[in-house]
């Protein structure tokens, strides 16, 4: 691989572009491919673009065939990460949940009391305020974000900044009757309805759950669902 291609694709990936490099393995010509830009040597037809196309949607890299020889695309993606709001009792699977998914995990709770290492060995803490907290993290186009705490003063700040970014996930615990209340504060704060249709609201698909167990459960069902609908689409218009 071309170093300059390697360290082009890995700094896409850390700005929170995905990136792939296809290369051909018979001839070695290689081909750097970040959206519509192509930088390389290796002509890459239609077939070629729909695979590196799936390859990054999939995260995954793979090898196809083409008539020159085959080509082995590898994919360059940012990091999946899921911020969690509140350090409630929710939180500790999905923490677990979503770190065995492939997530970096984020615990954020200004009760410093709640966001421990003792309740959260290994995971990483954020013990400021959620809005300040994001601000440090920059949400991107590869984040979800889950608010737990019931709390207004903490999931309302939370929203707003993840309403403001590119998280590809948005969801807030609590029943229908809260999500409404709290969808108004959010319209009152200036959010129109396209922006209240991004928050998954009671969070989690609705399966019957009901130990914390369960309800991450639901929540990370859902955040793949999300993230992989493109997927899903694919595969059901083959």
């Known amino acids: 691989m071309k170093l300059d291609f390697a360290r082009a694709a890995l700094a896409a990936a850390a700005a929170g572009r995905s990136a792939a490099i296809a290369t051909n393995l ?8 970040e959206g519509s830009d192509r930088t390389g040597d290796l002509a890459l037809d239609q077939a070629c673009l729909a695979a590196i196309e799936a390859a990054v949607r999939d995260d995954r890299s793979t090898t196809i065939d083409t008539a020159e ?6 994919v360059f993606n940012p990091s999946l990460r899921c911020l ?16 065995l998914a492939g997530y970096a995990v984020t615990i954020i709770d200004p009760r410093s009391a709640f966001a421990s290492e003792a309740r959260f060995p290994g995971v990483s803490l954020s013990t400021e305020w959620p809005d300040d907290a994001f601000a440090v993290l920059r949400p991107d186009r590869r984040t979800a ?34 999500h409404a209340a709290r969808c108004r504060r959010l319209a009152e704060a200036g959010f129109g309805e396209r922006d209240l249709a991004r928050i998954h609201g009671p969070v989690g698909l609705d399966i019957g759950a009901l130990s914390p167990a369960e309800i991450a459960v639901s929540i990370l069902a859902q955040i793949t669902a999300t ?6 689409k694919a595969r059901a218009a083959a």
């Open 227 to 232: 993230l992989r609908a493109d997927r899903v």
């Open 69 to 74: 020889g085959p080509v082995f695309i590898e």
């Open 84 to 99: 969690v709001v509140g350090a409630v009792h929710i939180a500790q699977p999905l923490a677990q949940m979503a770190a």
């Open 26 to 33: 018979r001839s070695g010509l290689q081909t750097l491919v």
């Open 145 to 178: 974000i889950v608010t737990l705490t019931h709390d207004p003063k903490i999931d309302d700040p939370a929203l707003t900044a993840a309403l403001r970014s590119d998280a590809f996930y948005i969801g807030a615990l609590g029943s229908k009757k809260t």
